[in-house]
């Protein structure tokens, strides 16, 4: 066992809640919920709303109706993103290895760095733990163990501790599988919960008994993963490689509802330079893009199109996400959000060039989204808007042409 590694989970509590309390330490201690926006729903609850009943997903305006008590904050996302950094930039000081797995969440290879900190596998997670909210002041849950799935167990069961710290070693992890139900197991979740009841595999220590042929047969490959994973082997180690996310999103609820199709293609623009902005900091192109209806009752429509070349530019992907907008567009219905989904995702360093391509208006155009990029580094965000100009648009001052309008 002299090879064995160990693995940490640290995990933000309440993240969303938890950056708003940094920003306004007034609502410490108070019921808070975290919305999506005016007319969103619930993303995030404090213990102290989670007490008072407030469930997951809610709309906001009937969360505020039966939950009056509760205080809800629109989402900052852009804030929550710098502090996660910092976050993050804390991990990394601890360990060379340090995979990040969502915003709120990260890997962090714990192997040798007993030796390294002169600290058994405990005091080096709530080192880290104090650490973390002594200089960013956001709460940590760590969770430690031989493989991913182990350390996600363990940080789940400690979030109801009083240190929020567990290590799941050799003793303690069959005590643990046997306190875990199979749908809470990482990966698993309520569906296949369900299918696992029928075979009475109830517990996540029931399911490592059952033997590997028969797990093969009905769950393949990925099933027997998830055994040899919380037996303590790791099948899935660590890696600080940067990995291209699914999908990329960004959408906002109105102040009032509307039927405008300008004011639709004025807010859709400024999502796409969102979402812009991140596809040029992981130097990434998408190759499909989808827009998103919400109205006033709530009926979603979404509809996706690829594109026939890979962008990261603003007017070139907006230029294909206006026409699936007018398409979905009823004059007769009233929404109350829009927004836009990139998928399918080219790395800009492996991207290939085709013999037709206008090379002088792609250069042109990845100039322009790296000096947008710039600037409001320098100058703060939305410091620069995208819009869109036609025949029956006036022109407003700090929105930049399209294309069509400068050549």
């Not at 993303?43 to 469930?55: C, D, F, N, Y």
């Not at 859709?268 to 893009?289: A, D, M, N, P």
């Amino acid at each position: 066992m002299t090879n064995q590694k160990y693995i940490a989970l640290v995990d933000c509590d309440s993240f969303f809640v938890s950056c708003e309390r940094k920003l306004n330490p007034e609502l410490n201690g108070l019921p808070v919920s975290v919305v999506s926006g005016e007319r969103g729903c619930v993303i995030a609850r404090s213990r102290e709303a989670k007490s008072l009943g407030v469930p997951m997903g809610i709309p906001l305006f009937q969360a505020v109706e039966k939950y009056p008590e509760c205080i809800y904050i629109p989402a900052n996302h852009y804030a929550y993103t710098k502090i996660s950094k910092m976050v993050m930039n804390i991990l990394k000081n601890y360990s060379p290895n340090v995979q990040i797995y969502s915003i709120d969440e990260a890997f962090v290879d714990f192997t040798g760095l007993t030796k390294l900190y002169k600290k058994n596998y405990y005091k080096l997670g709530t080192d880290i733990q104090q650490r973390v909210w002594n200089e960013v002041n956001i709460p940590v849950t760590i969770g430690i163990s031989t493989s991913k799935t182990l350390a996600k167990l363990a940080s789940d069961k400690a979030k109801n501790s009083k240190d929020r710290v567990a290590l799941a070693g050799h003793q303690t992890r069959i005590s643990l599988l046997k306190r875990t139900e199979i749908d809470e197991v990482w990966g698993i979740g309520r569906r296949l919960g369900l299918k696992l009841r029928g075979y009475g595999i109830k517990t996540a220590y029931d399911y490592t008994q059952r033997d590997d042929g028969w797990i093969q047969k009905r769950f393949g490959k990925n099933g027997l993963m998830t055994k040899s994973e919380l037996l303590g082997i790791m099948i899935s180690p660590i890696s600080d490689e940067a990995e291209l996310p699914k999908s990329i999103s960004d959408s906002k609820s109105f102040l009032d509802f509307t039927s405008d199709l300008k004011f639709l293609r004025n807010e859709l623009s400024i999502h796409i330079h969102s979402c812009c902005k991140r596809l040029r900091k992981i130097e990434c192109k998408c190759g499909t893009i989808g827009v998103m209806l919400k109205t006033k009752d709530f009926r979603t429509y979404y509809e996706k199109k690829e594109l026939e070349i890979p962008f990261d530019f603003e007017f070139d992907i907006s230029k294909t996400a206006f026409e699936i907008l007018d398409k979905m567009y009823d004059s007769s219905s009233l929404y109350r959000s829009i927004g836009i989904v990139f998928e399918n995702f080219n790395q800009t360093s492996k991207e290939q060039l085709l013999l037709f391509d206008d090379s002088k208006k792609r250069e042109r155009n990845e100039k322009l989204g790296k000096s947008l990029d710039k600037l409001e580094q320098k100058f703060g965000r939305n410091i620069v808007r995208t819009g869109f100009v036609n025949k029956e648009v006036p022109f407003k001052q700090g929105f930049l042409t399209s294309p069509q309008d400068t050549e």
